[in-house]
Nanobody, 128 residues
């Protein structure tokens, strides 16, 4: 069973940038699709982005497309979420998640139930 640990969250002004990292340990590898989700206070956890095991394929939620970029370094067992042009509505706890059953379409990869293991989350706060 893999374990995930997010880092890189913090407080940033609107228009600023942050890079989140997700370090994987245990039974993880380049065959695992990875995703980022976020949960704002009082809201459901929502899909942000996903990346295939090789890093060749990505999906993004419409709300972050063009501002966020997901990437991975399999040699370091780490997935990244580069966030730019941040808005107050991006404020949330950000979670990374791993999926052992390979890649799929956007509908599948955006569903929380498709991911078998999760990190503890990292807080991102964007001030206006």
């Amino acid at each position: 069973q893999g374990q995930l640990a997010e880092s890189g969250g913090g407080l940033v002004q609107a228009g600023g940038s942050l890079r989140l990292s997700c370090a994987a340990s245990g039974r993880t590898g380049s065959s695992y699709s990875m995703g980022w989700f976020r949960q704002a206070p009082g809201k459901e956890r929502e899909f942000v982005a996903a990346i295939s095991g090789s890093g060749a394929y990505t999906y993004y939620a419409d709300s972050v497309k063009g501002r966020f970029a997901i990437s991975r370094d399999n040699a370091k067992n780490t997935v990244y979420l580069q966030m730019a042009s941040l808005k107050p509505e991006d404020t949330a706890v950000y979670y990374c998640a791993g999926r052992t059953t390979g890649w799929g379409d956007l509908v599948t990869l955006s569903r929380r139930i498709e991911y078998g293991y999760w990190g503890q989350g990292t807080q991102v706060t964007v001030s206006s």
